[in-house]
């Protein structure tokens, strides 16, 4: 038994959420069936200052709103219906959208954020799921503790991990996918949220 996703604070990390074989066939389904787009505009706050290719899909009314323009998500494609009802279980969290991420290889790479965006709400739960190649994520405390030391953690990230942030984690901490001059294959990443509508 893994850790309980639905009843800490803070976050937490089950390698091997997805056994490896249904993994495998999800990152082969997603990776074809949804529609990659480089964004261009901040979408969820978040400087798109890296190469990386996103969509975002979710529920007709689970809509974004930015600078007052109104962003509406792309459709759930089939493969991913089974997946989010599975996630949703196993966070305690009805999501309705996703911001599905694909990393090509190292070079791609996502900056320093929260996940602090008005629509999530205060306390988002965050749950990321993790196909592919075996990435660094990296938490760094907003404030520093008593010692003058910003706090961090690391974690490896593998093919069919589900992180699952909640609480104070956006709050507390900042988080990023640092680039890496390793050689790394492609990686999807999936942040189910729910958007309050
Ligand atoms: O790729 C990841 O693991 C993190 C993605 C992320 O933080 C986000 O989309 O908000
Ligand atoms: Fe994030």
Not at 46 to 66: K, N, Q, V
Not at 81 to 96: L, T
Request: a neutral charge; glycine letters at 8%; aromatic letters at 8%.
């Amino acid at each position: 038994m893994g850790p309980d996703l639905r009843d800490t604070t803070g976050w937490t990390l089950q390698a091997g959420w997805l056994p490896e074989a249904h993994a495998t066939a999800v990152l082969e389904a997603l990776s074809a069936d949804i529609p990659w787009t480089r964004h261009r505009l901040r979408i969820f706050g978040r400087e798109i200052d890296a190469p990386r290719l996103s969509c975002w899909i979710g529920d007709p009314e689970a809509m974004y709103r930015y600078s007052g323009t109104r962003f509406e998500p792309e459709p759930w494609p089939a493969a991913l219906v089974p997946v989010r009802d599975a996630v949703s279980e196993a966070a305690g969290v009805g999501f309705n959208s996703v911001l599905a991420n694909l990393y090509r290889d190292g070079q791609d790479a996502m900056g320093w954020h929260s996940d602090d965006e008005r629509e999530l709400g205060p306390e988002p739960v965050i749950a990321s799921l993790s196909l592919g190649a075996t990435r660094r994520f990296v938490l760094k405390a907003r404030v520093a503790d008593a010692d003058g030391q910003f706090a961090r953690h690391v974690l490896e990230l593998p093919h069919g991990s589900l992180l699952v942030m909640r609480g104070d984690a956006q709050t507390r901490y900042r988080h990023a996918l640092p680039r890496t001059a390793r050689p790394v294959g492609p990686r999807v990443n999936l942040t189910f949220r729910r958007i309050l509508t």
